[in-house]
């Protein structure tokens, strides 16, 4: 890992102390890495997910073709959705140029993503999608982040999903004659820490900051278990 040659190569190296309320189950410690330390502290939702008997059929090969189905559609209509999130948010004229530039190549990378899976499903548009429960409350908070926080905070709700899914993907004892494999194999290959690390590190830099984006990280974690769990 290159954080700690980077962070003091630009000055924005850091140091404190963070501590959480008893009922967040944090115990007071030394952050270093913000990136880092927002998922080790909430690694307990990925392995309650990964043990959901979604995956866990996905790894047996017993999961059924319509559970699968239904959860792609869904993540399409997430896709979709976020694009047109991140879309509005890149137009943002006072963004500093390092939410700037990210925003905009994240918005690029879902459009990209929105537009493959159309085509790979035949749509011509965007297709009316009913939501499911867990969808609904994964988008609208997405939503509340878009229209009540600071850009910021949007981009700390996206990284739950980019850094489970390839750890679910790693972790998953998919064998290759598996006819999930392929989801395995497509997922386990991404590095969200080109995009996420040093930008978290260089705004997330009081400890305030970091609190609430622990928060919100943990409550995009749970809406992941919650859209596996659902599916």
Same mark, same amino acid.
């Given at each position: 890992?290159?954080?700690?040659?980077?962070?003091?190569?630009?000055?924005?190296?850091?140091?404190?102390?963070?501590?959480?309320?008893?009922?967040?189950?944090?115990?007071m410690?030394?952050?270093?890495?913000?990136?880092? !330390?927002?998922?080790?502290?909430?690694?307990? /939702?990925a392995?309650?997910?990964?043990?959901?008997?979604?995956?866990?059929?996905?790894?047996?090969?017993?999961?059924?073709?319509?559970?699968?189905?239904?959860?792609t559609?869904?993540?399409?209509?997430?896709?979709?959705?976020?694009?047109?999130?991140?879309?509005? /948010?890149?137009?943002?004229?006072?963004?500093?140029?390092?939410?700037?530039?990210? !925003?905009?190549?994240?918005?690029?990378?879902?459009?990209?993503?929105?537009?493959?899976?159309?085509?790979?499903?035949?749509?011509?548009?965007?297709?009316? /999608?009913?939501?499911?429960?867990?969808?609904?409350?994964?988008?609208?908070?997405?939503?509340?982040?878009?229209?009540?926080?600071?850009?910021?905070?949007?981009?700390?709700?996206?990284?739950?999903?980019?850094?489970?899914?390839?750890?679910?993907?790693?972790?998953?004892?998919?064998?290759? %004659?598996?006819?999930?494999? %392929?989801?395995?194999?497509?997922?386990?290959?991404?590095?969200?820490?080109?995009?996420?690390?040093?930008?978290?590190?260089?705004?997330?830099?009081? %400890?305030?900051?970091?609190?609430?984006?622990?928060?919100?990280?943990?409550?995009?974690?749970?809406?992941?278990?919650? !859209?596996?769990?659902?599916?």
């Amino acid at each position: 890992m290159k954080t700690a040659a980077f962070l003091c190569f630009s000055f924005t190296y850091f140091r404190y102390t963070i501590c959480n309320c008893p009922s967040n189950s944090l115990e007071m410690k030394s952050v270093e890495d913000v990136y880092e !330390f927002i998922w080790e502290s909430n690694i307990d /939702i990925a392995h309650k997910t990964i043990r959901g008997d979604f995956l866990m059929q996905m790894q047996n090969g017993s999961l059924k073709a319509e559970r699968y189905i239904n959860f792609t559609i869904q993540d399409l209509n997430y896709v979709l959705k976020v694009a047109d999130m991140l879309k509005k /948010i890149s137009a943002t004229l006072t963004l500093p140029n390092n939410l700037k530039d990210f !925003f905009n190549g994240r918005y690029s990378s879902y459009q990209r993503f929105g537009n493959f899976m159309l085509k790979q499903y035949f749509f011509k548009g965007e297709p009316s /999608i009913e939501q499911t429960p867990a969808m609904r409350k994964y988008l609208s908070f997405y939503r509340n982040l878009m229209e009540n926080e600071e850009p910021l905070y949007f981009a700390v709700g996206l990284l739950p999903c980019a850094r489970l899914w390839v750890w679910l993907a790693k972790n998953l004892n998919t064998p290759s %004659t598996n006819a999930y494999y %392929t989801w395995k194999v497509e997922n386990m290959g991404g590095h969200p820490e080109k995009h996420y690390r040093a930008l978290l590190n260089k705004f997330l830099n009081t %400890t305030e900051k970091v609190e609430k984006a622990n928060a919100i990280f943990r409550e995009q974690m749970q809406n992941e278990h919650d !859209f596996f769990f659902s599916s």
